[in-house]
């Protein structure tokens, strides 16, 4: 069954978001929550009651914020606002990143500073509970003002308008979809529009899911250096503690240690210990700590930044605790939208430095002896020569994904808006670049292992074996040519559900 969630006034950790996101976790909203929800509502009331024109509850919005808006058209100014707002275009998102966002959104209604009433914090509950997802497209947000097209189709499914995901993933009218779950649609009323959709939870739950992916994929990265620089009679000694330690970059020594833990106990590193002509490996092996230590220095920043944002309500206007309503810019997803940039630097770092240990395993001229391209009979085998071409491909394309999105502000809403942040565009192309990255690191690993059994009867060490045992589940070993994609395919699933990892730790135990 799966997880239970209860969110009271104090927001969601990562997990929680992963839970919802991914694993269908349902959501309980807590009695602090709706106490905190209760408060804000009632100065919002108040607020509308009177005369004096408030941003957000009896004025217009953006570029129309000094339009003052009589009593008897402030639901309908919300309603108008959430159906004009969800103009996204294009090809929907994934329903993990809808997920997420909606999963994020409530957890800053509920903690009391957005004002809206507390039934339509139940509805958002109990739209993800039932397995619905709104359809939202890819394109609409500029990661300011929050992530307003996105967050607009989840208000307007809460409406009982626009469509959605089923329980099977076919996309179906939302009134339809409401009413066979039971739920009946919210009727907005004032500032509810505004609070559903001035957030970045777009963008953060796309980063909080990245740093899961990224974490877990660097230390298949170690691996995969460990079994390229085994394969290709590389040493272990750059790998030493010694060597790191008078360098203190926590990352470079965490990545090290893993590559040294994993080589401990080869006997084909021990087979050229003594008497080895080659005085050093190419840097693509001897510094892999150095800049796989980088990618997880920035992704330690990047987990400080969405913790904080984790933390934070972002809204506009808010409602303060002393009943006072302030504008603000805490909608702006700048440093969100940062860090999300620096991961797709860092991995596209990371992934240059596979793919060249992957040629060198196929150049005959500097494998140490093994076939050219790894083939069987080469000259009428190719071998693995596509396939690095393939993770060549790959790693280009990563290059240009690392190209900032959030340096390109464009400005909107008749200069009011006049500098975004761009972070859903940095989210949706550090998306793409997590899965080439999977699929760099899964063809090394496929050459590594046919390197690895190509030197026999050298044999390699516990871990690495573990991990060529796994790729063999899915993977045949040396041989004639055959189609190569499915088995690319299916070595990549290896590596991005983590059953590599997995095998390798059974053996060597926790990495860092």
Same mark, same amino acid.
């Given at each position: 069954?799966p997880? &239970?969630i ?23 909203i807590?009695d602090?929550?709706?106490?905190a ?15 004096? *024109? /408030? ?6 919005f953006?570029?129309?914020a ?13 309603k108008?606002?959430?159906?004009s ?6 090809? *929907?998102?994934?329903?993990?990143v809808v997920? @997420?966002m909606? @999963? ?10 957005s004002?809206?009433q507390a039934?339509? @914090? ?44 089923n329980?099977?993933? @076919? ?7 409401l ?5 009946k649609?919210i ?26 992916? =990224?974490e877990?994929s ?11 620089? &085994?394969?290709?009679?590389?040493t ?19 990545s ?10 080869? *006997? ?5 210990a ?7 490996d190419?840097? #693509?092996m001897?510094?892999? *700590? ?21 933390t934070?309500i972002?809204?506009?206007? =808010? ?5 006072e ?26 992934? #240059?430095?596979?793919e060249r240990?992957?040629?060198?395993l196929l150049? &005959? ?5 093994l ?9 009428v ?10 993770q ?15 340096v ?14 761009m972070?859903?565009h ?13 699929r760099?690191?899964? =063809? ?16 390699t ?13 899915? /993977? ?13 395919e299916d ?7 983590g ?5 390798? &730790?059974?053996?060597?135990g926790?990495?860092?």
């Amino acid at each position: 069954m799966p997880a &239970e969630i209860l969110l009271g006034n104090s927001g969601l950790r990562a997990s929680d978001v992963i839970a919802i996101a991914r694993e269908g976790a349902t959501i309980r909203i807590g009695d602090s929550a709706i106490s905190a929800i209760e408060r804000a509502r009632k100065i919002i009331d108040q607020l509308d009651a009177s005369k004096e *024109p /408030v941003y957000g509850v009896s004025t217009g919005f953006g570029a129309l914020a000094r339009k003052y808006i009589d009593a008897d058209m402030r639901a309908q100014l919300q309603k108008s606002l959430i159906r004009s707002h969800a103009a996204g275009s294009g090809t *929907p998102v994934e329903i993990e990143v809808v997920r @997420a966002m909606m @999963a994020l959104r409530l957890a800053t209604i509920c903690r009391g500073f957005s004002g809206v009433q507390a039934q339509t @914090a139940k509805v958002y509950a109990a739209i993800l509970n039932a397995g619905l997802t709104p359809v939202v497209r890819e394109y609409g947000s500029l990661g300011c003002s929050g992530d307003l097209a996105p967050l607009s189709v989840c208000a307007l499914v809460a409406m009982g308008e626009g469509e959605v995901f089923n329980q099977t993933g @076919a996309i179906v009218q939302t009134k339809s979809a409401l009413g066979k779950a039971g739920i009946k649609h919210i009727e907005l009323s004032t500032k509810e529009g505004l609070a559903l959709i001035n957030g970045t939870d777009g963008m953060l739950g796309q980063l909080v899911m990245a740093i899961f992916d =990224i974490e877990k994929s660097l230390k298949i990265l170690d691996i995969s250096v460990a079994m390229s620089v &085994e394969a290709s009679l590389g040493t272990d000694r750059v790998f030493q503690e010694e060597l790191h330690s008078i360098r203190p970059q926590l990352g470079q020594q965490d990545s090290a240690r893993n590559v040294a833990l994993l080589l401990k106990e080869s *006997p084909m590193v021990k087979s050229h210990a003594v008497d080895d002509h080659r005085v050093q490996d190419a840097y #693509s092996m001897r510094c892999a *700590p150095q800049v796989a230590g980088a990618a997880r220095d920035t992704l330690a920043h990047a987990r400080a930044i969405a913790e904080r944002e984790l933390t934070s309500i972002i809204d506009n206007p =808010i409602v303060l605790e002393n009943g006072e309503i302030r504008s603000n810019g805490n909608f702006h997803g700048a440093p969100v939208a940062h860090v999300l940039d620096f991961l797709a630097i860092s991995i596209a770092d990371a992934a #240059s430095m596979s793919e060249r240990r992957t040629d060198s395993l196929l150049d &005959e001229h500097r494998s140490a002896g093994l076939n050219a391209f790894l083939a069987e009979d080469p000259g009428v085998d190719s071998g693995m020569m596509i396939a690095q071409y393939t993770q060549a491909g790959l790693v280009s394309e990563m290059r240009r994904l690392a190209i900032p999105a959030s340096v390109d502000s464009i400005p909107t809403s008749a200069m009011q808006e006049d500098h975004v942040s761009m972070g859903w565009h940095a989210a949706r192309k550090l998306r793409r670049a997590i899965d080439a990255f999977h699929r760099v690191i899964a =063809i090394e690993i496929m050459a590594a292992a046919r390197a690895a059994e190509m030197r026999k009867p050298l044999s390699t060490g516990p871990a690495t074996g573990a991990a060529i045992t796994t790729v063999r589940t899915k /993977v045949a070993g040396v041989g004639p040519d055959r189609w190569l994609t499915p088995e690319i395919e299916d070595c990549v699933e290896l590596v991005r559900s983590g059953k590599i990892l997995e095998s390798v &730790e059974k053996v060597a135990g926790k990495l860092s």
